[in-house]
């Protein structure tokens, strides 16, 4: 199971981008584009501080969340999900 925090990518699309989940609702995750934080931000997922990240992206103003089916994401390798 997916839970916050995770970084995954959406298998759905064709480009795989990176997503923070930011929440999880059932069958459904609402997560934020990696693409879209900034590269401190970034750094404090890969050193493991993802519940003080997760809360910051999802209560700042201009970071889009997105729906986004759980059956369409696998873990992303740069995040320390298998390739």
């Known amino acids: 199971m997916t839970c916050p925090g995770t ?3 959406c298998e759905a699309l064709d480009c ?9 609702e059932g069958d459904q995750l609402r997560a934020a584009l990696v693409a879209d934080l900034a590269s401190e931000t970034i750094q404090r997922l ?24 759980s059956d369409d994401v696998a873990p992303a390798p740069a995040f320390g999900g298998e390739r």
């Not at 795989?16 to 999880?24: F, S």
């Not at 890969?46 to 992206?57: E, K, M």
Request: glycine share 6%; proline share 6%; aromatic share 2%.
């Open 16 to 24: 795989r981008p990176a997503m923070l989940v930011l929440v999880c």
């Open 7 to 9: 970084v995954v990518r």
């Open 46 to 69: 890969r050193y493991g501080h993802t519940d003080t990240v997760v809360q910051a992206v999802d209560e700042a103003d201009g970071i889009d969340s997105h729906r986004v089916p």
